[in-house]
Structures are given as C-alpha cells and as structure tokens.
C-alpha cells in the first residue's frame, strides 16, 4: 500500500525511450479545463514547538508545500511561465535512480506545466476559494500529485501540497537543503502509526501557519487577508489517505476527508471512527471485503457518525491515483511498451479518462462538504461514470 520511488522507477522505464525522450521537450502536463487559471508557489516552514522524530537529533520539524490557487483567466494570469515539474536537485536525484534503466540525461527536466506568471492575483476574494490540503503517498513527492492539485485549483480552491521530510524518498527545500528519506519507516505496525502521526501533527501545523496575514500573503499574491481554516477538505493518497483521516480524527478544522486507495491506521479512525464526511476512492486491485476489513476501510466506515462512501474504480491500480497514469497518456507512449507492464502499474484504465473520473468525484465531495452544493453523483451510480461501483451505503450530510 505505499507509492514508492519505484513507482516513478517503473513509469519512466516503460514510457521513455532514449531517442523519444531526448527529442522532444514538449510540455507533458496538460491544462486544467476549469473556468480558471492557476498560479503556483512554494515555501517551507518550521515547527520550532516539535522535534523532527525522524532528522538529525533536537533539529526541529519542518515541511515544504505548494500552494495551487485560481487565478482569473486572460490579463490576469498572462504572460503565462513554463514551470519545471520537478525542481532541478529532485530531477537530478531521480535521474541517478533511473540511470540503471539508461534513461537519458535530461529526461526528467523536460516535464513541465504552464502556470500564471509569478506575481498573478488570485481571482476575487481569498475566501471565496475554500482551502484543501493534499498529502502523498509514502516514498513519494507533494509534486506527482500537481496535476490533480492543479485541477482543484481551476475549480476555485485554493490547494496546498504538503511534503512529510524523511518518509518520502527526497524533499528539496528552496535554500538548496535536502532531506532524504528512510525505507523503513513503515516497517512495524506501531511504526508506521507514528509516521501516520507525524503527518496528521504536519497538516496541523500547516494550517496553524496560515492564519498568519504574512504567510499568506506569501503564498497567495493579491491575498488582502490570512486563510480562512475553520472549513478545511483534504485528500490523500496511500499513506497520505491514512494521513487525511487521522487528521480529520485529531482537528476539527478539516470538515472532510478522502482517501485515495490507502490503508488506515490508528484505533481513533478504525475503532473509533470519523465524526465528519469521509470519501474512500478504491483500485480495482484493492477491494474485497476481505481487504477492506485489512486495511481498516470496513471498520472506519462501520463506525462513521457521517456521511460515509466507499467507490472502486474499475480498470485501476495503486498508482493510478497520482500524476503517473495521466503523464504516461499524455506523452503517449502507453502503445509502445508491453501491456501486461502497464496494467500492473497503471491498470488497464485510459489515462485521461482515469484523472478524469477521479478528480471529478473529488471535486463532487469537495463541493458538498465545502460549499454545501448537493450532488446526485455521491449518492448513486451516473452512467457518464461507468467505471465507478458504489461498495457501500451512503449516509446523507445533515
């Protein structure tokens, strides 16, 4: 249930050929259709009241994020700037990880996406755009899930990708500084609770920081005000769908959760339940009853006080739910490796059409629980969304 660095390993493997990748310096992100552009910005930030469990002893804790916010179509947002996908350490790092798969130099530092220049405004009042926190998968970067965060953005979030230092494989911060990550931090049980703890108490702070009219202005160019918290969405893949819960059991601030194809941990989420909506976006690969009841989804939603969703996306795999799946469509190349290596790693579901199906039923939870809209598409199957089964019952919002 972890999206490692071997996930990107693989994808990149299978999708890049020396002469293809070595050529063509397209842009390999493709625009949200939302009715807004979005603009892009980074920063860190230090936890002097926590010791960073997993650094170099007494340093204190500290996380890098991303802050995805819409910005008005047109004048607004021109001239538009092309940003590197990955920063150029982070590029580097994983190109000595492919090198064994002769992967070309430069390979990963043609991925790029097209975002409002850096000084762009977000569109009209801050708060009239809710705040949703995004949190990855073990092993893996805030950044492979930019697209999806990008997409929320156009619908008029704002969106913060969170990076947990030392449980994904590389976290570059701005001043150059690097923290490198630990395999075996899920090793046990009780240790892979802490890691999940650890990451609730990151999210935490995260928004403890935006109450600050500094951070965010630092964050959100144009912004007249600090960032409105108290109604906070989240979503999470793998360890950080278990992350999104946790938080949710722990801070009042974050009205709903969804969690991307991740295993759950903690008797406060298993045992105990969630006391707000919780949205559950399963593979296919990953959803019997039996498993369910393995990975704490049986439990959590047996024990839910709201409303309570469990959907399986047909065709899917683990990795299908971060950038991977729409990148490789993209680019094209799902034709010209052997299929039987893409199903295992990407499913059998197109690329686009999986991005699509998910961040569509992301957006729909996000915009009952933060906006109040009602939506037939959380309460029963839509024929636009074949791939999607309904595993169980729904509890209406009150």
Sequence with gaps: MTLSIVSCILWFAFFCSKSICAA??????????????YGVTTAS?????????????????AVLVSMYYPVK???????????????????????TTLSEFDIPNGTLQQLSMQVCRADAAIAGNSDDHPLVVISPGFGSSR??????????????YKVVSIDHPYDGAFVEFPDGAVALGKADLLRTQEMAEKAVGVRAGDVSFLLDQLVSLQ????????S???????????????LGGATAASAMANDRRIAGAVNMDGKLYGKEVIEGGLGRPFLIIASSALNSSEEGDTLGWTSTLDHSRDFKLQLKLAGSQHAT?????????????RDTVPKELVDTVLGTIDGVRSFKVITTYIIA????????????LLSKPDERYPEITFESSVSPLP
């Design 24 to 37: 063509d310096p397209r842009i390999l992100v493709p625009n949200p259709m939302g009715q807004y552009a």
């Design 45 to 61: 930030m230090i936890d002097n009241a926590r010791e960073d469990p997993f650094g170099a002893g007494g340093q204190a804790r």
């Design 73 to 95: 179509r047109g004048a607004d947002c021109e001239p538009k700037r092309n940003m590197s996908y990955l920063p150029t350490q982070t590029a580097a790092f994983e190109a």
């Design 143 to 156: 950044l492979f899930y930019s697209a999806i965060a990008a997409a929320i953005a156009s619908v008029g």
């Design 215 to 222: 951070v965010s202005r630092q964050l959100i160019p144009g």
């Design 224 to 238: 007249d005000s600090d960032v409105n918290v108290t109604e906070v969405g989240m979503v999470g893949h793998s």
């Design 321 to 333: 739910f971060s950038d991977f799946a729409l990148l490789a469509q993209a680019i094209g190349y």
């Design 365 to 376: 939870f996000l915009d009952q629980v933060l906006r109040h809209k009602e939506t037939a």
